[in-house]
């Protein structure tokens, strides 16, 4: 078990352009999360997945944000038209669908945009 | 109103000594989930201890505690015999349950208490 991975670790991108993370989760975690964390705050939630339905989108989550999880293993994160705003760090996480409730992250995607 | 408090920015404390991080939160769900997280300088998220608003006992993982008042709507996180890699931001968070529309299982996090541990 090597842990909920995430790709690539850094990106640096102009405003205005399209930009994707991968999420690999613990292997058979059915569940799967996405957060952003900015500076001197707690991580907040953005989307979740069970298997491959997303079940949950929170209003932080805009139109320019799409989330998948095609065959309930990996899943990206797309950020269209990346504002500056749009600058945290994106944090997956993943987690069992019973039994043990904790969410296990990855090491998360730091975005700067310019 | 914040659903997560942590009122203590920043602390330092002592090598060896017991620290206690506060936490307290707000719902009006009789099922929740409450969990503490701790954030070193390199980022990750590492899962600390988890406690479930029904049970009956405080949740103890190794040196880390949760002193769960329940009435006072508070979850403060104790860790015993503090240690130089304890320095690091410390979250508490909780999940709701599906009566406050908390379906999703995506936890809300509070700001965090950055804790130092000084030799």
């Known amino acids: 078990d090597t842990g909920v991975s995430q790709d690539p670790r850094h990106k640096i991108t102009k405003r205005g352009q399209n930009v994707t993370f991968r999420c690999d989760p613990i292997?058979?975690?059915?569940?799967l999360y996405w957060y952003r964390q900015t500076l001197g705050q707690g991580p907040e939630f953005l989307t979740y997945?069970?298997?491959?339905?997303?079940?949950?989108k929170s209003r932080l989550l805009s139109d320019r944000f799409s989330a998948e999880r095609p065959k309930g293993s990996f899943s990206t994160l797309e950020i269209q038209r990346t504002e500056q705003g749009d600058s945290a760090m994106y944090l997956c996480?993943?987690?069992?669908?019973?039994?043990?409730?904790?969410?296990?992250f990855g090491p998360g995607t730091r975005l700067t945009v310019t | 109103a914040q659903k997560i408090t942590q009122t203590q920015p920043g602390m330092f404390v002592q090598e060896k000594e017991a620290v206690t991080l506060d936490c307290t939160y707000d719902?009006?769900?009789?099922?929740?989930?409450l969990f503490w997280y701790k954030q070193p300088s390199s980022g990750e998220m590492i899962f600390l201890i988890y406690?479930?608003?029904?049970?009956?006992q405080n949740a103890t993982e190794g040196r880390y505690s949760l002193n769960f008042q329940k009435a006072r709507k508070s979850a403060n996180l104790v860790i015993s015999a503090s240690q130089l890699g304890d320095s690091a931001m410390y979250f508490c968070?909780?999940?709701?349950?599906?009566?406050?529309?908390?379906?999703?299982?995506?936890?809300?996090f509070g700001k965090g208490t950055h804790l130092i541990i000084q030799p």
């Open positions: 996480a993943s987690s069992e669908l019973a039994g043990v409730p904790e969410q296990y």
């Open positions: 292997s058979e975690h059915n569940r």
């Open positions: 997945f069970q298997n491959e339905a997303q079940l949950e």
């Open positions: 719902t009006s769900d009789p099922s929740y989930g």
């Open positions: 406690q479930g608003s029904y049970d009956q």
């Open positions: 968070a909780m999940r709701e349950g599906r009566y406050s529309g908390g379906g999703a299982d995506g936890l809300t």
